[in-house]
């Protein structure tokens, strides 16, 4: 049964397949490692327009990232968001001292690379058999085996079940394609699905999975105060796991602190809460063991937050 469902996905990737996309044309195991880590979380558009080149420019090969420094690549990822990417790839560059491992089991000792990616990166460039299961697959494989559980473990399982491992490269591109171009999350197009025929969940699609429970984002309140001295202004790299290692102006809890000029309001939607701050400026020399001083030109060449790139707005 298989067999004839591969064929005609295979049939389907052939006519409407991305092809063009670069890092499906190079054998160069470093810019598919690159591609993979950034398309975690975001869309083929905004990689492939903003970020995918410049960054490739800036760092050619992987010998190239683990000489850099960590704000030089923080600086080229500014504005693709999920920060942790960046220093995991750096990370892994230093780690492996440039030269990417050839087999899965070893790309998973790596720094940010999970079971799905390193599957990815060793289907694609070195060609090993495997499935992988990226949010595309995710969404298929619930359809096709109709499971309304989400469960990790049994979708490993039907990966490996509905996988062609005769042609893993062209397979694993296809089915991102198929989930990206016609198993859609809110209207999939299953009139022209080349899996149409076996799927148990097309006369219901939107049952699998099971709806997640709907979660509230929070909202932060704080104080951002831009503490300015002698033409140069206090910032501190900071050390929290969601934006580890860009630099921005002293934030505060409400209340801990309101001095200075009034400069307005900022708000910054992120993916797990929304902040909202009030931004002053104190003039002064503040003395803070964390905090460095920089002219706007130096500001100019460190990576910042979207929220501290308002700030600089505001200031500017």
């Not at 903003?50 to 010998?63: G, K, Q, S």
């Not at 697959?137 to 996988?163: G, M, P, Q, S």
């Not at 394609?177 to 080349?194: E, N, T």
Request: glycine share 4%.
């Amino acid at each position: 049964m298989h067999n004839k469902i591969h064929h005609s996905l295979l049939q389907w990737y052939k006519i409407n397949g991305r092809h063009e996309l670069p890092w499906r044309l190079t054998n160069d195991p470093y810019k598919v490692y690159v591609s993979e880590i950034m398309l975690q979380q975001t869309q083929v558009k905004t990689v492939l327009e903003r970020f995918y080149f410049p960054f490739l420019e800036a760092f050619p090969t992987m010998e190239d990232l683990a000489r850099a420094s960590l704000d030089d690549v923080l600086k080229k990822w500014e504005g693709l968001g999920y920060y942790t990417r960046a220093k995991n790839l750096y990370l892994a560059a230093r780690k492996c001292q440039g030269i990417l491992p050839k087999n899965a089991s070893e790309l998973l000792e790596l720094p940010g690379i999970g079971r799905s990616t390193a599957h990815a990166i060793s289907a694609f460039a070195y060609k090993e058999s495997l499935p992988i299961l990226d949010a595309n697959v995710k969404r298929i494989l619930y359809r096709y085996f109709a499971i309304e559980k989400r469960d990790e473990k049994l979708l490993w399982k039907a990966t490996y079940e509905l996988f062609d491992s005769s042609h893993p490269f062209e397979y694993n591109q296809a089915m991102m394609d198929l989930g990206s171009l016609i198993c859609l999350s809110k209207k999939p197009l299953c009139d022209v699905c080349p899996f149409e025929q076996g799927c148990a969940g097309k006369f219901t699609p939107q049952q699998y999975p099971e709806a997640k429970v709907k979660k509230i984002k929070p909202i932060r309140n704080r104080i951002i105060v831009v503490y300015k001295y002698n033409d140069k202004f206090a910032l501190s790299q900071s050390k929290e796991r969601f934006l580890h290692g860009l630099w921005g102006f002293m934030k505060y809890e409400l209340f801990e602190k309101n001095e200075g000029v009034y400069l307005g309001h900022i708000t910054q939607h992120y993916s797990h809460f929304t902040l909202q701050a009030d931004v002053y400026m104190s003039k002064g020399d503040y003395v803070h063991e964390e905090c460095e001083w920089f002219t706007l030109s130096e500001i100019a060449k460190l990576s910042l937050s979207r929220a501290d790139h308002k700030v600089l707005k505001l200031i500017t």
